[in-house]
């Protein structure tokens, strides 16, 4: 076809088009951003919810745009409409609200390389298609289902490699008048690339993540706009990545794979391509099976499970960074004061191979999250999640409120706070002992010793010996003064040398105490939460021990 019957057939296909190509190149012009700032994309489909690998995504994306003072914005890749599902792209908004990664741009904030959803771009497509058949690169295509499926079906049989390339692409040659004829004859068509390449030969393309990698080039006459005139993924991202200036596509080593017919899809378009960064799948370890998180299987792989089960945004996302880098989660716990703002990611820290989601992990640097905030703000954090999923527990909150704000301040100031919690929903049963209706209502249900305790004794140091006024040294101090004095060992060392002179050791009556007023073995530091109950309510749950072992 000679370049005039070219320019007619663009015009043929394509009579009523508003603008051409220049003018989206003018209308998109490059960004005005540092030296070295990036730019990023999350492209979510509305085909669901948001899944763990999704958010992993969006995470990297936001992280290495902010680190670098670019720009990261959401673009909603929609061209598949029979896959779309209702209040499909709301729950995209509201799921990256609850992990607060707020794009830069999109089409609910805005932007001035939007639309900033696919479906509102098809025009843009179509322009570029257009300049493509004018050149030479693209052509109707008019073969039916029918046809298709039985090409695949001889390659399967001849063991070839499937798709339509090199004499499947029965279209690509036809003539100007050929095409009209079809045209006018009513047939259906979708528009094809019309690939230059030659799968004999190599391009050796540099990831960002994975280095230096060698393909085959692709000779493939891929599916550049469905017969409904929309794009198919693989163009529309090229379209898109160009007139957005994306500079790094983030994005699951799943798609590496595609990276000859991307980087072929810009070449024969003309652009510059932008770098690709293909980071490790998020996988589970299933028995001796290493699998993909999967939606359906995973609860875990929604990412609403964790705000169900009351685990900070801010751990998961901590989480995340140890999965972006394989040096944050070490310098995240030297480095306590610090929040994720102050570590640098790199693509060289990235990893190759698959990434064990950890639940168990995840759960330990919750843990930790919990550790290195302050009394108030757990308190504060945890009454905003029960009023959403147990407003019972939050009326107890509120009516409790200085108390278990003192209750969650414990050992919170020592070199190592204690661990102790790792969801909003593990206060309510972790701290049952410091609400009386609780305490009382748990009866003693927690406790899983044996031993039978000398209430008597107990009442004898709470009533004429305790002072709740010293500091946590004297407390102690005067706590073994007593055991000595009513036949106990000072100390357990004391005790284990001589058992059979002794009782038992002063940490005998602390646990006796313990029990008494928390209803279990363990409880952060014993005299503050003496002090916190005081006196009258300490004295209260002993009787309460009284009638419930009697």
């Not at 407390?475 to 000072?490: E, L, Q």
Request: glycine share 6%; with cysteine; charged share 30%.
């Amino acid at each position: 076809m000679t370049d005039t019957e070219k320019k007619e057939l663009a015009d043929l296909l394509f009579p009523n088009l508003e603008h051409t190509v220049s003018y989206y190149e003018e209308k998109y012009p490059a960004r005005d951003l540092p030296e070295g700032a990036m730019v990023t994309r999350f492209g979510p489909s509305p085909t669901g919810f948001v899944h763990m690998g999704s958010l992993f995504g969006s995470f990297c994306d936001s992280v290495f745009a902010r680190q670098s003072k670019g720009v990261f914005f959401l673009r909603i890749e929609d061209t598949d409409q029979k896959r779309s599902v209702e209040n499909g792209v709301e729950g995209i908004y509201h799921d990256l609200d609850a992990f607060d990664i707020i794009p830069d741009e999109s089409e609910r904030v805005g932007g001035k390389y939007g639309p900033y959803i696919q479906s509102a771009r098809t025009e843009i497509y179509q322009t570029y298609v257009k300049d493509l058949i004018g050149k030479g690169y693209a052509y109707p295509c008019f073969m039916t289902e029918e046809e298709i499926a039985s090409i695949r079906e001889e390659q399967e049989i001849n063991k070839t490699k499937i798709g339509i390339y090199g004499m499947y692409a029965v279209d690509r040659d036809l003539s100007l008048e050929e095409i009209k004829a079809r045209i006018e004859k009513g047939d259906e068509y979708v528009i094809r690339l019309k690939s230059p390449g030659d799968s004999k030969k190599e391009i050796e393309f540099v990831d960002c993540v994975k280095g230096k990698i060698k393909f085959p080039e692709n000779d493939m006459d891929i599916v550049l706009l469905k017969k409904d005139g929309t794009p198919t993924y693989h163009f529309a991202h090229a379209i898109d990545d160009h007139l957005m200036h994306t500079t790094h596509v983030i994005r699951g080593d799943e798609w590496v794979s595609s990276i000859p017919l991307h980087v072929q899809l810009f070449e024969v378009l003309g652009f510059q391509r932008p770098e690709y960064v293909h980071h490790a799948a998020v996988t589970k370890k299933e028995g001796d099976i290493i699998r993909k998180l999967s939606k359906r299987k995973d609860p875990e792989a929604k990412v609403s499970y964790y705000d169900e089960v009351g685990i900070p945004i801010e751990a998961v996302k901590l989480y995340l960074a140890t999965i972006l880098n394989s040096n944050f989660e070490e310098w995240y716990l030297n480095n306590g004061d610090k929040t994720l703002e102050d570590f640098t990611f790199t693509f060289d820290k990235m990893a190759i191979g698959g990434t064990l989601f950890d639940l168990d992990k995840l759960n330990n640097i919750s843990k930790t999250y919990f550790a290195h905030k302050s009394g108030k703000d757990v308190y504060e954090e945890t009454l905003v999640w029960a009023h959403k999923h147990d407003p019972e527990y939050a009326k107890l909150l509120e009516e409790n409120k200085e108390d278990m704000i003192s209750f969650f301040s414990i050992e919170k100031d020592g070199p190592r706070p204690r661990k102790d919690i790792s969801k909003y929903s593990e206060v309510k049963e972790e701290f049952s002992y410091a609400i009386d209706s609780q305490f009382k209502e748990e009866g003693y249900a927690k406790y899983d010793g044996d031993k039978t305790y000398d209430v008597d004794l107990i009442l004898d140091y709470i009533n004429n010996h305790l002072d709740l006024e010293v500091d946590n040294e004297t407390w102690f101090n005067g706590i073994k003064d007593f055991a000595s004095n009513h036949g106990y060992a000072a100390s357990p060392k004391d005790y284990k040398n001589n058992p059979d002179s002794y009782k038992g050791h002063v940490g005998d009556i602390c646990e006796a105490i313990r029990v008494m007023i928390t209803g279990r073995l363990k409880s952060p530091d014993l005299f503050s939460i003496m002090k916190i109950l005081g006196k009258d309510r300490i004295l209260d749950r002993i009787e309460f021990y009284k009638e419930k072992k009697r």
